[in-house]
């Protein structure tokens, strides 16, 4: 089965094209067949995945590609797929979310104008983030990469009608290309110096030093540039939120569980050329992001906001995680996140299907009217929460110990587990606010209540799948064993730059009985180290699973106290810390910050570019088409006195002295008998004296 | 005795006479009458030179040929001024410059 694999990401590129020419045309305008393809992708995934889950080996690797671009013997491109342990799982989730949301639109999107359009760009995407999570080289990634933007972006504007909603696929699109621009610098730089694209022949290169030290370092924040744009790290975190205006199942599926975590993913594609400098730079963007991202969700009101908000910080959560050392803990948070939020957003859309309003202000109470909706939205909500049993726990805290683990060896970074350790209860508290606010309590808008009502079995069977695989029992037996950490091959070309030096010198001195000596104590000394780092991770993971449930506590609890049994006001919080509550609820002015220095910076600089344009290089333009006037003015005077005066002349003195000569032609006789006499005459003279 | 020179003599007076009248006469008959006398000054020199430097009878000959052309030539112009004078009305050459471009 798995060589069939390419066919995957093929089939919704066929329902693309199907759907964009004929859609309209097609029985219910083409719906089913988006469904049915990737109904099949994901039949094909699950297979792939049962397959690589029978071998149960860390180091599964399929790898197949064939020569694509070769220029002459210096440069080929393959193209091909590679499948090994991370790559099936995220096939899985690709699919598994896809065809949900695939469901769930079809109830979703019932009766929108743009039906089979809709369709047509599920499949694109679905499509893109396939071929992405197969890619096997750079170039084909980006290729993927720019493909799911450009699928973000026509399905955030979906509704173009709406300014805000076409404003915001431009956002996202221009955000992301600056991030873009990162990603591809460090290609470059890889390319560059290691010439070669597909990942293997790049860690190779890597492990070969060919690539080393600080541009390497360089090259990995620039692919790192990448996974900002896309993951929606700080400081390009600003489009995702805006990215709500789409409809409520692309946020799910692109903007919550699938294209965000992309970023990720090739985090952890791409993780063995990562050097410590850039692992830490890593860490710290996903520390500052998912703490900003969970402040400013404290206060939103608009619900997919707040689910916007969360996402980008539990993307940060990823990123902290996999910064820190915790390639499995980032990418299990990775795979149980996007069922989770998945199901959020299904159920918030569901929600909002209901009332018609994204406000929590004007819900409430929803929970007798919505059973199913409100059942699995608690349910993923626990999971995100961080409470055991379910799945966020299971992988929030391997992050946690991760973190921990690496602030017990670098003391100077304790930061990184504490700031997430607050966030990870901040999380809990701002999720049952929601919660709270839009399922218990008494409806606080009565009409709104009347109307709702449960939706329709397509858009409840998906969430009640994706609240089923919210809990940790589905994952929690096997990834840690089947998706291990890479080695670096970073760490091994510095190993070996640092160690050449030494054995240069070592010779002159004392040659054998040093090395001799000091292999088995380094054979010693790593052995005990080992042991140590065991114990430490043994520590730190402990701690971090009892701190994280009691933050966890924390935050469920006092979000109950607070917006259920009144201990506080929360109105009355927000008008005693107003400056503080009106940084959060603005979002940190990060948009307005952005306003006022790269907006209108770039404008500010276009207007320069403008009056460049206007007055210097068309006053060149025009300078030169004057100076070709002056020229071809010079030219024609030339034309016409010389030029024109040597014909004329020559004409004229041929008139002139045609008219002296003609004189002489008089036409009598006798005159030109004269001058025949006169010229005998002379001639008879000349000859004979 | 009569000398080559003497008829040199006649014969350069005589086209003397002819150039003259060619040369001052309007009337193409005029000027017709002078050609004549240069032609016959040719004429004597002809004969003349055959007479007295050869002994054959080329010159002679010459000036039989000449006397022919000259009344063919003559008959020809005579009817050219026939034809002038029935159109103009005149025979004075300088009249005739029609054909002048």
């Excluded at chain 1, 399905?155 to 696929?169: M, T, V």
């Excluded at chain 1, 900002?228 to 390009?236: H, V």
Aim: hydrophobic share 55%.
């Amino acid at each position: 089965m798995i060589r069939y694999a390419y066919i995957i990401p093929l089939l919704p590129l066929i329902s693309f094209w199907i759907n964009i020419f004929f859609g309209k045309r097609l029985p219910r305008k083409g719906d089913w067949v988006s469904l049915a393809t990737i109904t099949a992708s994901l039949l094909m995934s699950i297979c792939i995945f049962a397959e690589v889950f029978r071998a149960y080996d860390p180091n599964f690797k399929y790898h197949v590609a064939f020569p694509w671009l070769v220029i002459g013997d210096r440069f080929s491109l393959d193209a091909g797929i590679l499948i090994d342990n991370v790559t099936a799982v995220m096939l899985m989730v690709v699919t598994i979310v896809s065809t949900l949301v695939h469901l769930y639109s079809v109830g979703y999107m019932h009766g929108d104008p743009r039906y089979n359009r809709f369709f047509a760009y599920l499949s694109i995407f679905s499509f893109s983030m396939l071929g992405l999570v197969l890619a096997e080289s750079f170039f084909f990634m980006f290729v993927f990469w720019e493909l799911v933007g450009l699928s973000s972006y026509l399905l955030i504007g979906f509704w173009f009608e709406k300014k805000s909603a076409s404003d915001a696929g431009k956002k996202a699109f221009v955000v992301n290309r600056v991030g873009d621009y990162g990603f591809l610098i460090g290609i470059m730089i890889i390319f560059a110096t290691c010439g070669v694209l597909e990942f293997d022949k790049v860690f190779a290169a890597i492990g070969a030093g060919k690539l080393q030290g600080q541009l390497l370092t360089l090259a990995g924040i620039g692919v790192f540039c990448g996974a900002i744009g896309k993951s929606a790290q700080f400081p390009l975190h600003v489009w995702l939120p805006d990215a709500m205006e789409g409809p409520t199942p692309v946020s799910a599926l692109i903007h919550a569980a699938t294209m965000v975590a992309a970023g990720v993913y090739l985090i952890g594609r791409v993780y063995p050329l990562f050097t410590p400098d850039a692992f830490l730079f890593i860490a710290y963007f996903g520390l500052i992001t998912l703490f900003i991202s969970a402040t400013i969700a404290l206060t939103q009101n608009d619900i997919k906001k707040v689910l916007a908000y969360s996402t980008v910080s539990q993307l940060g959560f990823m990123v902290l995680g996999l910064g820190v050392g915790g390639y499995t803990a980032g990418l299990a948070h990775l795979t149980t996140h996007a069922a989770f939020k998945a199901c959020l957003f299904l159920g918030s859309g569901s929600v909002i299907h209901a009332v018609h309003s994204q406000d929590i202000q004007e819900m409430g109470g929803l929970r007798k009217k919505m059973p199913i909706t409100f059942w699995t939205f608690i349910i993923a909500t626990l999971a995100i929460a961080g409470v055991p049993l379910f799945s966020g726990f299971y992988s929030k805290d391997m992050i946690l110990a991760a973190a921990l683990e690496f602030g017990m060896k670098n003391p100077a970074h304790y930061i990184l587990f504490f700031g997430a350790l607050l966030t990870a209860g901040m999380t809990a508290f701002y999720m049952f606010r929601m919660v709270i606010l839009t399922f218990f309590g008494t409806p606080r808008d009565h009409h709104k209540f009347d109307h709702a009502h449960e939706s329709p079995l397509n858009m409840t069977i998906p969430l009640i799948i994706l609240a089923t695989l919210s809990f940790s029992f589905w994952f929690s037996p096997w990834f840690g064993k089947l998706v291990v950490k890479p080695q670096t091959v970073a760490n091994v070309a510095m190993a070996a730059a640092a160690q050449a030096p030494a054995h240069e010198a070592a010779p002159a001195a004392v040659p054998a009985p040093a090395e001799h000596a000091a292999a088995p104590a380094a054979a010693h000394g790593g052995s005990n180290e080992a042991e140590h780092e065991a114990h430490i991770a043994h520590m730190a993971h402990s701690y971090a699973m009892y701190s994280s449930v009691t933050v966890g506590g924390l935050g469920i609890l006092l979000a109950f106290g607070i917006y259920m049994l009144g201990w506080v006001d929360p109105n009355a919080m927000a008008e005693r810390f107003k400056p503080l509550y009106q940084f959060s609820l603005n979002k940190w002015y990060f948009d307005e910050l952005y306003e006022a220095t790269v907006i209108s910076g770039s404008k500010a600089f276009s207007r320069g570019c403008a009056w460049f344009d206007n007055n210097v290089v068309d006053g060149l333009v025009n300078l030169s088409a004057q100076l070709g006037v002056f020229v071809a003015n010079l030219i024609g005077k030339f034309d016409n006195g010389v030029v024109d005066g040597a014909v004329n002349g020559v004409a004229d003195m041929t008139i002139g002295s045609g008219s002296i000569l003609r004189r002489v032609q008089t036409g009598k006789l006798f005159h030109y008998l004269f001058i025949l006499a006169g010229g005998a005459l002379v001639i008879l003279l000349v000859k004979f004296f | 005795m009569m000398t080559l020179q003497a008829f040199l003599i006649i014969s350069a007076a005589l086209f003397c006479c002819g150039l003259y009248t060619v040369m001052t006469r309007q009337n193409g008959v005029a000027v017709l009458m002078g050609v004549e006398l240069i032609l016959n000054a040719a004429n004597i020199n002809f004969v003349a030179f055959a007479h007295y430097l050869s002994h054959v009878m080329g010159g002679q000959i010459f000036a039989i040929f000449i006397i022919v052309i000259a009344a063919a030539e003559s008959a020809v112009a005579l009817a050219i001024f026939l034809r002038l004078y029935a159109n103009t009305g005149s025979v004075e050459i300088d009249t005739a410059d029609r054909l002048k471009g």
